[in-house]
């Protein structure tokens, strides 16, 4: 597995390297799939009956499972379009994406799932391989969606070129046997500071810390926090902005908590896991796709877990942010846009294929008219009876935009830098974030906004 | 004084056996974790102590992973392809490699340094090019695409002609005399005598193919034609993933290439070791 994982990650980054010296090549090689994508688009509004034809859908385990079953709802208003979809691991996928896109669109489905936050590299790397969905009309469904999560669609000139599907509205996982084994009520923890209060009292009563963080590889608390107050790696200009006062802030936050000794130190993701299904921490702050992590890996823990939304830095402060998502996106190689289109607009702007995508498969969608629907209100018997999806939908209303921008990727690893260099070896802050920015500022020429 | 002796013998040996139960241990351990994952419902394998017992999930787990990538049609998969590509390749390395040992002509020394060359060219290089070419030849999601790009490999050639130097020329002379065409030579008689290297050139290449991952990933497209390693990724998703069925599914593939080596250690470690020394 390890090597394989290691096989990856370098022919990922080879992959991309590659792809950046390509790039010029697409176009010529494109063979008029763009064309065909551009040509068509008048035919957008053409009745449901005439689009026919077979598109091929890629995503990855749950995510290729739900589409799978909006399949059958989508076919009796498309009843001449086929759709197949394709289960591809996650890395795999983009993997295969990045080498089928570099070489001009073989091998490429018509529709592919991409993360949120990668979004902005595919269209910096591959300008002419996504087809502008806003020429197929997207445009009007701009207002059903969260607006951060909407900006985050839209290339440079404010165009489409995926519609949005899942969103990863965070929150505060916590096991509710500590909480009550500490006396701590979780509805006092309004802020951080009350956070780490409960941490040091939840600490001397179970012995349990607080969160776990694989602090030289991962800063998912830090983007989390830097997203409460409104920044994030760049500015909205695309500006490196990780060193700013609400960086500091969040920084400093979290390496408050690990001198308090409230922060465990992991191993990855199968370290996260195992860090909370043995109760090692009480807590797990997390986007809202976790849930589905613990009650696959615990399912015998059921009525022990609730959650609480993320502290806020002040008393009345932001208490919503966003960490993960993905979108739908029709690759412009495509012999048949209007019946991707189709399929990509039915999928992600209906509220029953959405449904039961979060109620089969726990993704969370970010059309915020499935918000009204009555599963929202319910409680969750493996989440203590707590309404937990409509705690959720509010946070994910609620969200402020981040700019990911292409280099969000060498961002994230100088930003885990940094957060190792002040929470491992007890650096300042600002020192570490500085030294982050400057980094980012050699590797991606971008302009320092502080 | 023999007593003494035997002690010290008895003492040795003992020490030895520890050391080597220390080494089995190890060796052995990470297989049976694996085994006692494949046993195991997904969260088991997080628990702390870890569980070192065998639950009763197994046929769940087997259940669940071919129902998830039809896994006797995936092992199908790959065994063809690492078999068939197997054979081939090692009869490419032993004929190139008989060449490039036995043969006077010109460029022999160039040739070969070429190829020397090819075995330090990272395969990520090549992955797009080649890509590339596998689709405009309309042969993306076959076996051939697969198989054709890494039949002559570089180093396979390199350890058969290393082993081919071995022969002696007056075994190749005296064959000639008799009146044997080069054919009847090569497989008569230069086979024959490097069976042990053949063998461990055919473990090498196997196993190479059996674990191949990023060529098969990216031109195998469609789920039927894809090998088990390639299947075993796809279920690893995002914030979801059934370690139960993933451990079942690299417990199944381990198994051929432990049967492969088990039938062909003894040729293995010989040949390997073969044209290392002059005798």
Known sequence: MKIWKMTLTGALSIGLLAACGGGNDDADTNEGGGNNADGNAENSEAEASEVSGEITVWGWNVAAASMELAVEQFQEEYPDVDVVVEDIGREDLYDRLTVGLASGGSGLPDVTMIETDRLDNYFAEFPDGFVNLSEYGFDEYEGEFPEAKAEAMKDADGNFLAAPWDIGPAGVFYHVPHFEEAGVDPDSIETWDDYIEAGEQIQEATGAQMAPIDISSDDALFRMMMNQLGTYYFDEDGNIDIDSDEAQQALAKIQEMREADLIANVDGWDGTVTATINHQVATVPFGVWYAGTIMDQAPEQEGEWDVFKLPAFDGDGNRDANLGGSDLSVLSHTENPDAAYAFVEYFTTDVDAQMVALEEYGLFPSLTAAYDEPFFEEEDEFFNNSPIWSTFAEVAEGTLPANYTSDYARALRYSADAQAEALLSGGEVQDALGEAAGRIENETGRERAN | ?279
Do not use: C
Request: proline share 5%.
């Open chain 2, 1 to 279: 004084m023999t007593d003494k002796k035997k002690t010290s013998v008895i003492i040795r040996k003992i020490l030895l056996y520890i050391t080597l139960g220390i080494g089995v241990i190890l060796s052995i351990f990470p297989f049976y974790w694996m085994f006692i994952g494949a046993t195991n419902p997904s969260g088991a394998i997080f628990s702390v102590p870890p569980n070192l017992l065998p639950g009763d999930f197994l046929v769940e787990n087997f259940t669940n992973l071919n129902e998830n990538v039809g896994i006797i049609r995936v092992l199908m998969n790959s065994l063809i392809i690492a078999l068939t590509f197997t054979f081939f390749a090692v009869l490419i390395a032993a004929a190139a490699g008989f060449a490039f040992a036995k043969y006077q002509f010109k460029g022999r020394n160039a040739i070969f340094f070429t190829l020397l060359l090819a075995i330090m060219i990272p395969y990520h290089v090549t992955l797009i090019p080649l890509f590339q070419m596998m689709a405009d030849l309309g042969w993306l999601n076959t076996y051939r695409a697969v198989l054709l790009p890494n039949l002559a490999y570089p180093f396979a050639i390199f350890l058969m002609r290393q082993n081919m130097r071995s022969i002696p020329n007056s075994l190749l002379e005296a064959a000639r005399v008799d009146g044997a065409g080069e054919f009847k030579i090569f497989f008569q008689i230069v086979l024959p005598t490097m069976r042990p290297a053949l063998a461990a050139v055919a473990i090498f290449l196997f196993m190479f193919q059996w674990n191949n991952f990023l060529w098969p990933l990216v031109v195998l497209g469609d789920s039927d034609m894809y090998t088990l390693p390639v299947a075993l990724s796809s279920l690893v998703g995002m914030s979801r993933v059934d370690y139960g069925q993933i451990m079942m599914g690299t417990t199944l593939s381990v198994l051929p290439i432990m049967i492969f080596f088990l039938l062909l250690q003894r040729q293995f470690i010989s040949g390997i070791l073969g044209g290392s020394v002059k005798e």
